[in-house]
């Protein structure tokens, strides 16, 4: 079987990128502060998904980091 990708497209600017980077994190602090524990989100996160504790734990311990790592 052959995959074919289609650039139709194009490509966000890095603006767009940078704002968007910043949102997520933006969101998730104030997810935080709803109320519900770290502990609570994920498990919240795996009923939706069936994704695991430990890979739901690591994208929420990166995600106030991604403005630090991609963003200038």
């Given at each position: 079987m052959t995959?074919?990708?289609?650039?139709?497209d194009p490509p966000e600017t890095k603006e767009i990128l940078a704002?968007?980077?910043?949102r997520i994190g933006e969101?998730?602090?104030?997810?935080?502060k709803s109320g519900l524990n770290k502990k609570a989100i994920i498990i919240l996160i795996q009923a939706e998904t069936r994704l695991s504790q430990r890979d739901i734990r690591t994208v929420l311990d990166a995600l106030p980091r991604l403005r630090g790592w991609y963003c200038r």
């Open positions: 995959v074919k990708v289609k650039k139709s704002e968007a980077i910043t969101g998730f602090d104030a997810l935080q």
